[in-house]
Antibody, heavy 127, light 107 residues
């Protein structure tokens, strides 16, 4: 059974950088899956932030692209999120999730069906 | 970005009722539509993928249909554990986007 666990500071100062890590257990991060970050402001809906493949290929939400970096550490079977220049609008529960993927013609693609999720971690942006 | 609009935003129903939730995309997304269930304080759970495929372990009372721009999630006979918020999500193009959610409450 695949399990994902987010970790990182729960409080970040405005203009600072939010940093979270998602540890994957029960499966390899080097599988054919993609690994995503999704956030949910308190009482609101879901927003996809971006995803990474074990090769290091990434896709980002254009609305956040200038501030987001997602990286992977295969040796630790984990991936990470950095979001810079945060404001109160970035206060949210941040989830990591596994997206199904497939390979065809030598390239690998994300299906973005999120079948496993972490429990989520609340990050508050406040001074 | 593709906009996803769910209706209704909230719904009251009783145990045993048949319930349908609708999701409309701002452009055609073929069958690249997924449904999630989220309970308070919990992560979303994948119910349906590719518009009509039931995720492993999900009860058969859940079903999905549609293609193009209009989709539905149907719960054939509501159970107490089904009261939650439901989200649709398009995976046709990046960025993937979610509907605003439908809150299903006990009548």
């Amino acid at each position: 059974q695949v399990q994902l666990q987010e970790s990182g500071p729960g409080l970040v100062k405005p203009s600072g950088t939010l940093s979270l890590t998602c540890a994957v257990s029960g499966g390899s991060i080097s599988s054919s899956n993609w690994w995503s970050w999704v956030r949910q402001p308190p009482g609101k809906g879901l927003e996809w932030i971006g995803e990474i493949y074990h090769s290091g290929s990434t896709n980002y939400n254009p609305s956040l692209k200038s501030r987001v970096t997602i990286s992977v550490d295969k040796s630790k079977n984990q991936f990470s999120l950095k979001l810079s220049s945060v404001t109160a609008a970035d206060t949210a529960v941040y989830y990591c999730a596994r997206g199904t993927g497939y390979c065809s013609g030598g390239s690998c693609y994300s299906s973005q069906n999120f079948d496993y999720w972490g429990q989520g971690t609340l990050v508050t942006v406040s001074s | 970005d593709i906009q996803m609009t769910q209706s209704p935003s909230s719904l009251s129903a009783s145990v045993g009722d048949r319930v349908t939730i609708t999701c409309r995309a701002s452009q055609s997304i073929s069958s690249y539509l997924n449904w999630y269930q989220q309970k308070p304080g919990k992560a979303p759970k994948l119910l349906i993928y590719a518009a009509s495929s039931l995720q492993s372990g999900v009860p058969s009372r859940f079903s999905g249909s549609g293609s193009g721009t209009d989709f539905t999630l149907t719960i054939s006979s509501l159970q107490p554990e089904d009261f939650a918020t439901y989200y649709c999500q398009q995976s046709y193009s990046t960025p993937s986007t979610f509907g605003q959610g439908t809150r299903l409450e006990i009548k």
